[in-house]
């Protein structure tokens, strides 16, 4: 199967960074600083970070890797810095696991210098990996959902996608959650992951040793949504307003004749995730009028291969596929809207009556 040992190297490693990060979610303190943006970082964050980057350049030397974090916004702070490297220290693995990840971090100096080798800039051609460590961070702090992400872009397209789910349930059949997870509930926590042309899966979160392509994995597909049944469609989209506009949304949602009810408010990429798996039926991302904020790749190239894998189409608010070889960001797109097959165009219709339908340009 091409790309075998990337997909094997990708689960491994975001099993590992998904574990320390479920540390660090039910712990009380979590490190929080606030970067340049404003918006929140933590020690699981810049952990996740380091483990992740440490492996791809221990199994994948000459790959590029962009990531969202860098060392300098953790601003010289020695104690943040020292328990960062305790908690990358303390692994769940084996010991032939953390062998296959290119072993553990020595010290403070080496953490530090590999939160910044995920600086590439991208763009159509050669390898890179598209790393965020903790997705929807927000999310992660208010005691929601978030996803570790990982993608290998070959020649600017998704060619593998894990995504680290630990607070969606394992069982592929459950609702969307719409309430806080319970961390110690073993039917909670689970991976995605998608190559290109193999089709996507989900696994349990924990069981990755012995036999990682086959144990617990099961295939996962979009529901088959048809436009007589988009009433019946369930849609999610971001908690946050500021990243995706929720009046945009509700409008698109009464011209489907989807009652708002019907939508789900979750954080991060755990919404592809979802979809995939038939959770959920429709993603929406709509840009915020006055904003001009153009996605980042590290958050959507793995759920974008995901839903893809599982029978779905994404594209943006305008209907153009997502380009992943304009560099960092998505240069040429704008907002997300990802739909089974069967309902994507008339989605993107109803998508574009309304954002076009309004006297606010700016998008
Ligand atoms: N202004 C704006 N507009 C759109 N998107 C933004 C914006 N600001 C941030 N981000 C990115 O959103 C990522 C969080 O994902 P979601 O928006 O899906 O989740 S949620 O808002 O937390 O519900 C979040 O990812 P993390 O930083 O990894 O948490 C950001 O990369
Ligand atoms: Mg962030
Ligand atoms: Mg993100
Ligand atoms: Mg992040």
Same mark, same amino acid.
């Given at each position: 199967m091409p790309y075998e040992a990337e997909l094997a190297h990708a689960l491994l490693t975001v099993t590992r960074a998904t574990l320390l990060t479920r540390r660090v979610f039910t712990s @009380? +303190?979590?490190?929080t600083l606030s970067k340049t943006d404003t918006s929140p970082v933590t020690i699981g964050d810049f952990g996740a970070q380091a483990l992740i980057i440490s492996s791809l350049r221990h199994a994948f030397p000459n790959d590029a890797i962009i990531a969202e974090?860098? *060392? @300098? @916004?953790?601003?010289?702070n020695p104690t943040l810095t020292s328990e960062i490297l305790s908690l990358v220290s *303390? +692994? @769940?693995?084996s010991p032939e696991e953390e062998a296959r990840l290119g072993g553990s971090i020595k010290d403070e100096s080496q953490l530090l210098s590999l939160l910044d080798m995920g600086k590439s800039t991208g763009g159509p051609s050669g390898r890179v990996w598209a790393l965020?460590?903790?997705?929807g961070t927000k999310g992660f702090l208010r005691g929601g959902q978030y996803a570790v992400c990982l993608a290998l872009i070959e020649d600017g397209d998704v060619k593998v996608g894990v995504l680290g789910c630990p607070n969606l349930p394992l069982s592929d059949t459950a609702p969307l959650p719409t309430s806080a997870p319970d961390p110690d509930d073993a039917s909670t926590g689970v991976l995605f992951s998608a190559t290109l042309g193999g089709g996507a899966s989900s696994r349990p979160l924990t069981h990755t040793s012995s036999k990682p392509q086959t144990d617990g994995v099961k295939t996962i597909h979009m529901h088959s949504l048809q436009p007589d049944n988009i009433p019946n469609a369930t849609f999610c989209e971001s908690v946050e307003a500021a990243h995706s506009s929720h009046s945009d949304s509700s409008a698109i949602a009464e011209l489907l004749h989807?009652?708002? *009810?019907?939508s789900v408010r979750m954080d991060s990429q755990a919404k592809y995730g979802s979809i995939a798996r038939g959770a959920g039926d429709i993603y929406l991302r709509l840009p915020v009028p006055g904003k001009g904020y153009v996605e980042k790749i590290w958050d959507h190239a793995a759920g974008d291969l995901i839903v893809r894998e599982a029978g779905g189409v994404v594209t943006d608010a305008r209907g153009q596929n997502l380009d992943? &070889?304009? &560099?960092?960001?998505?240069?040429?797109n704008t907002g997300v809207v990802a739909a089974p097959q069967g309902v994507h165009d008339v989605v993107i219709k109803a998508v574009r009556e309304v954002l076009e339908g309004k006297k606010d340009v700016d998008r």
């Open positions: @009380s +303190t979590k490190g974090e860098e *060392s @300098s @916004s953790l601003a010289s *303390s +692994t @769940s693995l965020d460590p903790i997705d989807i009652p708002l *009810s019907q992943f &070889g304009r &560099g960092r960001r998505l240069e040429g």
